[in-house]
């Protein structure tokens, strides 16, 4: 699949690798109307635009063939409905970044364009597609976990000045880590253990003093009634996150020796990413000794994997693994999730504004 990445940034460039190490996908070209992008361009041999304009006259004319077959919408936040609004309605399916745009109203409108059209749509999760998580989900689904019963997730993630020069990231609207961030954490906690129905939070920005938080406080109530709360940070120190545990981007991280993420289950207790497995010997009591039997797992580039799906989406052989409307649901649960800080009160999620995951 010849592919195309709109935004050469951070991300971009990862997908640029992704694509390279793909067997089923090439670079075919770049938009991005700033210099960053023009070199990751020439950096990768592919043809380079600055605007979308170019890009669809130059894959839809006379001589172009297959020149283009999906795209990958990188760009910031803000742009993201928009681009893959144009892009669907040019007939291309789209990878869009996360978050899926800025408002659920807005994706939800994406949701019903792509529907309409059978043009299809996926979310840059990308952590579905690591076999440490699908681990995990196939451990909920068996049945072994049991119940979700309660759960910590801590996304601590101190990022230093230089990060925040591009605007955007400290702008409200489109920064802040609950947009940025915690995103992830939804999708993965809707992903292992379903619906969100309820949410309450705090948040303080005395750190960075920018208009967005740099820290937060959430609790999150699950259809089957499980509750998780996740502390969020992007100006505190400490190895507890996904992002510098799990190995997923070693190009950009870390890989510490840490857990992120501990869920206590009515039958087992399951931490990420070392998937540890912790059930009672004997009695189920918390007088009797548990032991950890960790599941294993063939670990695999998350990236290359979500590229690999992508082109399988686009041919029609797969069904986008983290749906259009999932990434509309996860911004109804953020949306929610600042509204309770705002409000200063819990937000009661609509179950009917969700698809079954
Ligand atoms: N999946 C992940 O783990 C992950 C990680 C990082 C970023 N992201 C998401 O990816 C998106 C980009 O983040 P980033 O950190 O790479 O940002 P970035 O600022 O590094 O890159 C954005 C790129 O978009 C380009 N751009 C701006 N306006 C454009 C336009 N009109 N058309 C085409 N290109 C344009 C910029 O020149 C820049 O190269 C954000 O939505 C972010 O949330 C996802």
């Known amino acids: 699949m010849r592919l195309a990445i709109i935004g050469g940034g951070i991300i971009g460039r990862t997908h640029a690798e992704a694509i390279r190490a793909c067997p089923t996908s090439d670079l075919a070209a770049i938009v991005d109307p700033f210099e960053t992008g023009k070199a990751l361009a020439q950096e990768y041999g592919c043809a380079h635009f600055q605007s979308l304009d170019d890009l669809i006259a130059w ?7 297959a020149r283009v077959e999906g795209v990958i919408i990188a760009t910031p936040n803000a742009l993201h409905v928009p681009q893959a ?3 669907i309605e040019a007939g291309l399916p789209v990878l869009v970044e996360k978050p899926l745009g800025e408002s659920h109203a807005k994706c939800t409108a994406l949701v019903a364009l792509s ?7 996926l979310v840059g999760h990308h952590r579905r597609h690591n076999p440490l998580l699908q681990a995990a989900k196939a451990a909920v689904d068996s049945g072994a976990f049991g119940q979700l019963v309660s759960g910590t997730i801590s996304a601590t993630l101190y990022k230093d000045s230089p990060y925040f020069d591009v605007p955007w990231r400290r702008e409200a609207g489109s920064g802040g880590p609950l947009l940025i961030n915690l995103i992830h954490e939804i999708d993965l906690a809707r992903y292992l253990f379903g619906e969100i ?3 309450s939070a705090l948040s303080a920005n005395v750190q960075r003093g920018f208009a967005v938080e740099d820290t937060a406080a959430v609790i999150l109530r699950f259809q089957e009634g499980g509750l998780i709360t996740i502390a969020l940070t992007d100006a505190g120190v400490g190895p507890w996150s996904w992002d510098t545990t799990a190995g997923e981007n070693l190009a950009r991280f870390p890989a510490m020796p840490a857990v992120s993420h501990m869920f206590s289950g009515t039958r087992a207790g399951m931490s990420l990413p070392d998937l540890a497995f912790w059930t009672h010997e004997g009695a189920q009591n918390w007088t009797t000794p548990q032991v950890n039997r960790p ?3 063939q670990p695999a580039d998350s990236y290359i994997e979500q590229i690999r799906h992508f082109c399988a989406v686009i041919s029609g052989e797969e069904t986008p693994r983290i749906t259009l409307a999932d990434g509309a649901r996860n911004i109804a649960v953020i949306e929610a999730i600042q509204r309770s800080v705002q409000d200063r009160c819990p937000v009661i999620l609509d179950p009917g504004q969700s698809r079954a995951v």
């Open 59 to 65: 894959t839809s004319g006379p001589e172009a063939g």
């Open 85 to 87: 609004t144009r892009m």
């Open 115 to 121: 529907e309409e059209t059978a043009v299809p749509g």
């Open 197 to 199: 129905t309820e949410v």
């Open 295 to 297: 599941r294993s797992v």
